[in-house]
């Protein structure tokens, strides 16, 4: 069933960015600072996340 669930990539105070579900991303999470998405694949949220890290916009895990 994962074909039909949405990925984000949010991110934390920390400054690191997380990949989870669209039922986690959809929560009032006020820990949130920024949010990408949706993806189709876990595989494309995590291809994109590397794009972030590399523009800095994130903190390497």
């Known amino acids: ?18 990949i989870v579900s669209s039922e986690l991303a959809s929560g009032d999470d006020k ?16 291809s994109r996340r590397i794009g972030l890290i590399r523009t800095g916009k994130c903190e390497p895990a």
């Open 31 to 46: 820990q949130i600072i920024e949010k990408w998405g949706v993806f189709s694949s876990k595989e494309e949220a995590i």
């Open 1 to 18: 069933m994962e074909s039909l669930q949405g990925w984000y990539i949010i991110k934390r105070p920390s400054q690191k960015c997380e």
